[in-house]
């Protein structure tokens, strides 16, 4: 398990070649005769420029002020998420296969951040602040969730059409208003102005994010895990405190040192069904306390299940107890299921002023549309409603979100079932390995006939669900994810984030 300086060192090291590999030769020392130091968006243009997103108009000019074109913008996102220009082809009319940015917009079109909704793709029209937005959350792979995200909140009344586009850009910090109520849509974007909102997405792609990783076997690998939740007690329901051990103290305690010895941080993972919320919480708080300290744990990770009611009043009493019986020093992660619209808003703020973490677990997704099974894992959609929801509640740096590692399986005779990652392989391996990818749910499928009679779908996570996933995260400045185990699927998506 790589220590946490070799990840962070290894993280530096391919930012830096990105760098070295973004930029053009001399580009790092770009400046700009009219873009004054003292300028809001100079530290933005030049670090766009030295990056190899933008150049200037001349050598010396930036064109500050100047609006930017269609055709120019998309040639910066071409640039920005380092698509390859393919051979141009005959998408719109007034794009020559000869013109300078015709690659570009061949890469935009087949990474789905334009469409063809007519026959001319404008390139010479400024581009507007909506079409900005538009561009940058398709391009990040969210179109199907903007396209459902129409009734999200906003501060704006001037928008009107591509709702919910601008309304992820807004909630993800990419883009801001004009005003305290005003995004003036149909406003054309400036070039200083484009700099900005790509140098904002790219600090939040870039930064760091820890793996959490809930470790039920002593000698699992866990390899590039930061955080060790190792499950190693119940808590049980009754008049007195009593935790079951989940695993043997020997087996607990060298899994403690191993996570130790590669530089990690290992937590006593407790769970426990609701009903524990109601007993003492002064005598839970202090038997789980007790269990911290004899097994050289250095904090806790609370991981009781909640009712579905429950505003969670219960589980903040809880964290407050546990706090005062662990100590300022040790560390308190505690799991809360995640908030939705109409669902039941708990008290989430009260319990990130009192853990160092607050570990967001979602509702998992499982109907049948149309006779077909859907059945995936943190489901787009949900996965954004709910850090929009927890945004004004808890902020990121404490916010931590929980990834699925098995996998989910539907037969008509059966329903639903969870299936362990290693048989979700060994299934689609005996299906051709003939898996179909879901662009609204962000998850994986195959079908699989096992009988004549019966046809079973599985659900499965993978490598580019959770650079999905992730990507979404480092939007909201979420700096730390959770997977549920690390077998099967597990090492394929640590790898991802």
Request: glycine share 8%; hydrophobic share 45%; net charge negative.
């Amino acid at each position: 398990m790589p220590s946490r300086v070799f990840r962070r060192t290894a993280a530096c090291a391919l930012l830096w070649a990105l760098l070295m590999t973004a930029c053009p030769s001399g580009a790092m020392a770009a400046s700009f005769r009219d873009v004054p130091a003292t300028h809001w968006a100079a530290d933005a243009i030049n670090r766009c420029a030295a990056l190899g997103f933008f150049q200037g108009e001349s050598a010396t000019s930036f064109g500050l002020g100047h609006k930017i074109s269609r055709a120019a913008f998309v040639v910066a996102l071409s640039r920005f998420f380092g698509w390859e220009s393919g051979q141009p082809q005959a998408l719109y009319d007034d794009v020559p296969a000869t013109a300078w940015y015709a690659g570009a917009v061949t890469a935009a079109y087949e990474n789905d951040a334009i469409t063809r909704q007519s026959e001319d793709f404008r390139s010479a029209d400024p581009i507007t602040r909506e079409e900005m937005a538009v561009m940058l959350v398709r391009a990040l792979g969210y179109g199907s969730i903007a396209a459902m995200a129409q009734e999200d909140d906003l501060p704006f009344t001037d928008v009107e059409t591509n709702l919910g586009y601008i309304a992820m850009a807004y909630e993800m910090g990419i883009v801001t208003g004009t005003g305290e109520t005003t995004f003036s849509p149909e406003g054309a974007a400036t070039r200083e102005q484009a700099a900005v909102v790509l140098m904002r997405l790219y600090d939040r792609m870039q930064s760091p994010m820890d793996v959490m990783a809930v470790v039920d076997d002593p000698a699992a690998d866990l390899t590039g895990v930061d955080v060790a939740a190792i499950s190693a007690g119940r808590l049980i329901a009754g008049s007195t405190a009593r935790i079951n051990q989940l695993m043997r103290p020997a087996d607990a305690a060298a899994a403690v040192e191993a996570v130790h010895q590669a530089g990690g941080t290992a937590l006593l993972r407790i769970t426990g069904a609701p009903s524990v919320l109601h007993g003492s919480h002064t005598d839970n708080a202090a038997a789980v306390a007790q269990m911290v300290r004899e097994g050289g744990y250095d904090g806790v990770y609370l991981d009781v299940e909640q009712s579905a009611g429950d505003r969670g009043t219960y589980l903040t009493k809880l964290v407050t107890a546990l706090r005062q019986a662990l100590g300022a020093k040790a560390l308190l992660y505690v799991a809360v299921d995640a908030p939705t619209r109409e669902g039941t808003q708990r008290e989430y703020a009260a319990i990130g002023q009192t853990a160092n973490r607050v570990v967001v677990r979602l509702a998992a997704e499982q109907e049948v549309v149309n006779g077909f099974p859907i059945a995936p894992t943190e489901p787009m959609e949900q996965l954004y409603e709910a850090l929009a929801l927890m945004d004004e509640q808890v902020p990121g740096a404490k916010l931590t979100v929980q990834l699925t590692t098995s996998a989910t399986a539907w037969t008509k005779n059966g329903g639903f079932s969870s299936l362990s990652g290693e048989r979700a392989m060994e299934l689609m391996a005996q299906a051709g390995d003939a898996s179909a990818w879901s662009g609204r749910y962000g998850c994986a499928y195959f079908q699989w006939q096992d009988t004549e009679e019966r046809t079973t779908v599985v659900w499965y996570p993978d490598a580019r669900g959770t650079a999905l996933r992730t990507q979404l995260l480092r939007c909201f400045e979420v700096s730390q994810v959770c997977f549920t185990g690390v077998t099967g699927l597990a090492s394929e998506m640590i790898a991802a984030v």
